[in-house]
């Protein structure tokens, strides 16, 4: 059974980019969330995708933007990049939607916006 | 707003001896409280958790304890390892809810 994968694991781009993070969900998962953690803070949840659809969303701008594919891996892409996105992006997949399931976190693309 | 706070940024214990965590939350309709774990350079790790209708719920040396009235809760690590310095992350959901609310973590340090 292989986990939550993530990529890339760094990257660095230039404020006002464009930027895609992937996530390959653990195998039997349907369900992928993404979460932003800053410097210090605890993750953020940003949106959940289930079964290739939004399921719920935090509050984020919509330049921050989604999708789920058939295999159930996912992309988060950022548009116009800010300095404050600079943050560790997280991945966590799980069985179902509901929360009280158990989640897997990848180890996350840290994101680094100059 | 913070809806789950950790208030300690930070703990050192002597191996051996109980690591005590908290956390406290804000918003009543949370049921479900999660703690995690995690390494430098790793996501977070499942740890523990406890559902609303429980005040304790015990896993090997780790125990988790819930005070609803007071929206607290606390997680026991006895006895304390080396290998379980760490961050520690509480988070909590409400039962209809499909996110975490997380705290900003406690840095666990567990010295030999």
């Known amino acids: 059974e292989t986990g939550v994968t993530q990529s890339p694991t760094h990257l660095i781009k230039t404020r006002g980019q464009q930027v895609t993070l992937r996530c390959s969900s653990q195998?039997?998962?349907?369900?992928v969330s993404w979460y932003q953690q800053a410097l210090g803070q605890g993750p953020q949840f940003i949106f959940q995708y289930y079964r290739e659809e939004e399921n719920g969303r935090g509050n984020f701008p919509p330049r921050f933007s989604g999708l789920q594919f058939p295999n159930y891996s996912s992309e988060l892409n950022v548009n116009a990049l800010e300095l404050d996105d600079s943050a560790l992006y997280l991945c966590a997949s799980s069985l179902f939607s509901g929360s009280n399931y158990g989640y897997t976190f990848g180890s996350g693309t840290r994101l680094t916006v100059v | 707003d913070q809806q789950v706070k950790q208030n300690s940024p930070s703990l050192s214990v002597q191996e051996g001896r109980i690591s005590i965590l908290n956390c406290d939350y804000t918003?009543?309709?949370?049921?479900?409280f999660l703690w995690y774990k995690k390494y430098p350079a790793e996501g977070p790790t499942f740890l523990i958790s406890?559902?609303?209708?429980?005040d304790k719920n015990e896993d090997g040396r780790f125990t988790v304890f819930l005070n609803k009235s007071a929206k607290h809760l606390s997680l026991h690590i006895v006895p304390s390892q080396p290998g379980d310095s760490a961050v520690y992350f509480c988070a909590a959901s409400t039962n209809t809810g499909n996110q975490f609310y997380f705290g900003t973590g406690t840095s666990l340090t567990v010295i030999p």
């Open positions: 195998s039997g998962h349907n369900t």
């Open positions: 406890i559902s609303s209708i429980k």
């Open positions: 918003n009543s309709m949370f049921d479900y």
